[in-house]
Every structure is written in C-alpha cells, then in structure tokens.
Nanobody, 119 residues
Framework: VQLQASGGGLVQAGGSLRLSCAASGNFFRFNDMGWYRQAPGNQRELVAT???????NYADAVKGRFALSRDNAMNTVYLQMNNLKPEDTAVYYC??????????????WGQGTLVTVSS
C-alpha cells in the first residue's frame, strides 16, 4: 500500500493551498486518514484526521482555517488550507490506516510534501 502526497509549495501569509493524498496498492478499504506535519526542530504533530464515515478531528492550531475531506471511491484525502500563517510552515505527511488482505490493518505514511508560508 502506498500513499502519494502532492500540493505543497510556497505561499504568502493569508494564502491557500490544497494538499492531496492518493492511495494505491492491495487493500480492502481505509479506516482513518489524515495529515500530520513536522516543522524543523519539532516533533511530528497531528493536523487533522477523518474517519471512513467522514467525521473530522482538527488540531486547535488549524481549526477554522483547514478543512479535511476524503473521496472513498478515489481513495484520496484532501486538506484545504486557508489563511495560512508562517507557523504552518512544515513538511506535511499523509497517513492512513489500511485494511489489507495479507497484513491485516496497517498504518501507512506518505512521502511528505513541503509547505512554506512567507510573512
């Protein structure tokens, strides 16, 4: 199972970006999917998660600015990031809990995409 993240880049403060994470491989379905981020010198932290049924959970730092959604038919999760701030600068990683026929339920990470917000 692989996750391919895309959509990062350089944006000015107040701008927007949309991250995508598409899954491929041998799996039945995904349970929770979401995004984490890691800024230089910091530990990886939760940004937002979404259940298979669409229930979302957001870190306090991004509530009201970020919106997470998923397309179960396309096995893709999206993170719409609005009103970006310099402190949102980080490498963003997508994560998914995959139910697989051979390995049971596993946690899968994407390769990371860099988001840089200039002041």
């Amino acid at each position: 199972v692989q996750l391919q993240a895309s959509g990062g880049g350089l944006v000015q403060a107040g701008g927007s970006l949309r991250l995508s994470c598409a899954a491929s491989g041998n799996f039945f379905r995904f349970n929770d999917m979401g995004w984490y981020r890691q800024a230089p010198g910091n530990q990886r932290e939760l940004v937002a998660t979404i259940t298979e049924g669409g229930r979302t959970n957001y870190a306090d730092a991004v509530k009201g600015r970020f919106a997470l959604s998923r397309d179960n038919a396309m096995n893709t999760v999206y993170l719409q990031m609005n009103n970006l701030k310099p402190e949102d600068t980080a490498v963003y990683y997508c994560n998914a809990e995959a139910a697989t026929p051979l390995r049971g339920t596993i946690s899968v990470w994407g390769q990371g995409t860099l988001v840089t917000v200039s002041s």
